[in-house]
């Protein structure tokens, strides 16, 4: 199969069509991709992602792109609509938030958190609510995760209720990859992985999950996970509730080696 045929069709969405535009404007000014990548101050696998609409484009790339290819404030002028239908528009303020996040804290109940999600996971996951731009929240998801490729990436700490690793979604392979993950990003020196396990049965994060971001600047910042949407909480009280719960949540916890050999467990059952 040709490249061209894996391309997605340019009216598909406007992510799609932003990469549309990048490659129609790239093979104008006859550029492969890692030229526009040394002239977009990016990688060569950013600028095909862009193109093959699998990554939403930053701010920054979109000014640098208008930059290398002079086009006007074209790029830029098209940015923000693709944030707009890429991001639900109540989750956008704190995908700005997660970016500028020093550290962050999780705690997930039901599903692997989304910043430590492979690509066939994810896409199992937002496929069960069958929506109209799956490949656009796919790709908006992915996107997050180049947090952790910054100079100095965040502190992350994340908590997993042990049921979410026996929830096999995608099916074995897809399963097995993500446990695989699970496993790979633990071993950052600074992302912490903890697991409570089955055996303890009551703990603060029956109520849902929700996650901390903290700052170099500014107070800590609340999100919770909710059925239609999340929400904000930004009064003290409740942010001090929440991490306090975090760290009950982390006492009763296995250890970061402890959730690793549980993990690789259940990773030898997929072997058996």
Do not use: C
């Not at 391309?7 to 549309?20: H, M, N, Q, R, V």
């Not at 979604?169 to 396990?197: M, N």
């Amino acid at each position: 199969m040709s490249v061209e045929a894996e391309l997605p069709d340019p009216t598909s969405s406007l992510l799609a069509f932003f990469g549309s535009e990048l490659r129609r404007i790239r093979l104008e000014a006859k550029a492969s991709q890692g030229e526009t990548a040394k002239r977009a101050h990016t990688t060569q696998a950013m600028i095909s992602y862009i193109e093959s609409a699998k990554r939403v484009p930053s701010e920054d790339l979109a000014r640098d792109l208008d930059l290398a290819f002079d086009t006007g404030g074209h790029f830029g002028r098209l940015h923000p609509l693709v944030l707009r239908y890429a991001y639900p528009s109540w989750f956008l303020p704190y995908v700005q938030l997660e970016r500028d996040a020093t550290k962050m804290r999780a705690f997930a109940g039901q599903v692997i958190p989304g910043l430590l999600q492979t690509e066939d996971y994810a896409r199992a996951v937002l496929s069960a609510g069958r929506p109209d731009n799956l490949d656009d929240l796919v790709a908006a998801r992915m996107t997050r995760q180049e947090v952790f490729d910054r100079e100095i990436p965040p502190r992350a700490w994340f908590v997993l209720d042990e049921n979410v690793l026996h929830r096999a979604i995608g099916g074995e392979a897809v399963f097995r990859a993500q446990l695989a993950r699970l496993l790979e990003a633990g071993e950052h020196p600074r992302t912490v992985i903890q697991v409570v396990p089955r055996t303890v049965t009551t703990h603060p994060g029956l109520d849902g999950s929700f996650s901390l971001l903290s700052f170099e600047e500014g107070p800590d910042v609340l999100h919770v996970d909710g059925f239609s949407q999340g929400r904000f909480a930004l009064e003290s009280r409740e942010v001090a509730a929440a991490e306090h719960a975090y760290d009950l949540l982390k006492a009763v916890a296995l250890s970061p080696e402890g959730s690793a050999d549980l993990i690789r467990s259940l990773l030898k059952e997929f072997d058996r």
